[in-house]
């Protein structure tokens, strides 16, 4: 069980929300525009007199509205505040901070803008009046915190007058989310879904939407006793019912909770805290299943159910326990699938597809960045792990998908996807710019994999036992980037394999280096380049059974295509066996490179790792493998070499950087280069083209060329830190074979980048290298 950190006072709890709340401008939200304007042209595109062209096409097709505004990618979160989280009717102008929140939910899990609306009615007629003449606005609705038995007709009334999407997320988020718990909760404990006895403990907006999707999912009704305020909702009782309740009037003689939990398999709770007791627990069936879902305190907490209950599996409503039911897990997604297909509404083949996948992704071996996101802790689908984290980014790629298929598939999607890849990509862009970066790499990889009978680079590991590397490898070997081959001794790297439970690794090759049957003849090679550089038989020996320098050796023979190192020693120790054994090609400049990713491009700075002050023959050499780099992405490089001057020439680092673009310029002739620059002119191609027309870089950089190492690690570290942006590397360039060196303190994510980037640059120096011998062939 996870152990509860100490929580601040109540006081100053609410003092610390009141400052986040109140701090620099007033709430939580802003509107900021999606497309340049700041030119007077801008203005004119913008708004009169080019804002007419979109609004004559419109006017001609609506549909098009779609394609000239944000219609498609926003909603509105409607409220009336009148039954606002935990804290009741307290009016819309009280509740507009929950609504605020919700728009940043949407925005931050699914790339969906909203505008929130707090409507002044109680009244069911004057609020759907309000609600339905928006639609031309807005290409969803989501009806938030709005009180039963309301919310039913104004949900149900809405949905049949728009003819968009309409949700209202107190009922069925929580009900989807319950739902996919409920699924593996279930299959735990070895129950069949028609054989579930629920008890309701609550009969709200919550509660109807839970147990009806329960029966969807293959419970009975007759299995399912409900309770309010007042008891058991039974056949014939006439006090505090509606129609609502009714559907759920169960054939029983239980009268209160208590009664109703005896043999029951399952309590689902949206109802107040403290409402079930220890003792309730005792009369329920084996292996309780208790989802206490008040908040912000459960009917229960885990502690006590557990001490009751020691078999109980629990979920609540809350982050500080397992099994958290989160709407967040589903409307963010559902809405995604749903506008993505222009869908008409959001059905019950939409709701129980979220389900499904939420679910099964919560069966499936959990990503170490999720671990990361919640201080390190691992998760293990079992009775502490029903339902996937709010912060697993596979969700989104998981429930959008599903839910726009069964939109397609029930008839309510006027759009359809056909391409689904291309789709999962648009899904991933959402999530960041590094995931557009590195889903492009992977793609290349693919497609020189495929046009090489499907071979896949060879990419050695020297550290087989490192915890980060072997989880980095089990996304590899999943995605198809790489063969991968594991130095160390080969049963503690199998038993390492073991523990962490990657079976995708059990077949991976591992090789202890004195063991290797080429150990020997590594050892003269090593000897026969290096010993004339301090280096007798008897070092080569004891230098090659270090796991870098064999690693190098690998790959300096062909044996490898690649090797990525560096997880647990520094820097310098982890370059030298590369630049000793594989060396560097003619010519080249050994050289770190970071690769900085904003939401439309990105940048190349070099070099960040190696060279302290490099000479203008040194930087022209390392633009020039910047260069290469750019190109494996089929982008044209575009350089400038930097400086503290535009132009000028000026004795010391401006004549040095423009020596070195003159030498780029007579090396290769066809690139874009210029310097020396100032780094705003080199990125900002409106500065450059309003004030230095004549130069030769058009368009802006994407490769900046730092006069030495000093400024250009200040700079990447800065970046990194304060910038809106990501920053993935170093890359390690100049070395005749693809190696890199990670830092020590790189995450699991950023081995997998490293190791798609290392993948396709081995697979273009291959193709380089057999382009020349092709060649030389054809000479002889």
Known sequence: METKTEKPTQANFDQEALNYHAQGKPGKIEVISSKPCVTEKDLALAYSPGVAAPCKEIA???????????????????????????????????????????????????????????????????????????????????????????????????????????FHDDQHGTAIVSGAALLNAASITNRKMENVRIVVNGAGASANSCAKIFIALGARRENIIMCDSQGVIYKGRTVGMNKYKEFFAAETEARTLTQALQGADVFVGLSVAGALTPEMLKDMAKDPIIFAMANPEPEITPDKARAARPDAIIATGRSDYPNQVNNVLGFPSIFRGALDTRSTQINEEMKLAAVHALAQ????????????????????????YLIPKPFDTRVLMRVAPAVAKAAMDSG???????DWHQYRETLEALQGPSKVFIRSAINRVHQNAAANGGKLPKIVFPEGTSTKVLKALATLVDEKICEPILLGYPERVKEKIATLDIPALKDVPVIHPSSYPKYFSYVEKLYANRQRKGINMREAERLMADPNYFAAMMVHMGEADGMVSGSSINYADAVKPVLQTVGVYKNAVPAGLNIVLLEDKFLLLADTTVNFNPTAEQCAQIALQAAKIVEYFGIQPRIAMLSYSNFSGADGTPKKMKRAAEIVKSMRPGLMVDGDMQADAAVNAEITERLFPFSDLKGGANILVFPNLESANITYKLIQQVGKVEVIGPFLTGVRRSANILQRTTTVDGIVNSVVFTALEAQFIKGVLKAREASNQAVQ
């Open 361 to 384: 992704l919560a069966r499936e071996d959990v990503p170490d960045n999720v671990s990361s996101s919640y201080g390190g802790k691992s998760f293990k689908f079992g009775r502490e």
């Open 60 to 166: 001609k097709d609506p549909a098009k509205v779609y394609d000239y505004t944000a219609k498609g990618n926003l909603v509105a979160v409607i409220s009336n505040g009148t039954a606002v989280l935990g804290l009741g009717n307290i009016g819309p102008a009280a509740g507009k901070p929950v609504m605020e929140g919700k728009g940043i939910l949407f925005k931050q899990f699914a790339g969906i803008d909203v505008f929130d609306i707090e409507v002044a009615a109680t009244d069911v007629d004057v609020f759907c009046n309000a609600v339905r003449v928006l639609e031309p606005t807005f290409g969803g609705i989501n009806l938030e915190d709005i009180k039963a038995p309301e919310c039913f007709e104004i949900e149900e009334r809405l949905k049949k007058e728009m003819k968009i999407p309409v």
């Open 412 to 418: 309510v999607a006027t759009r359809h996807i056909e």
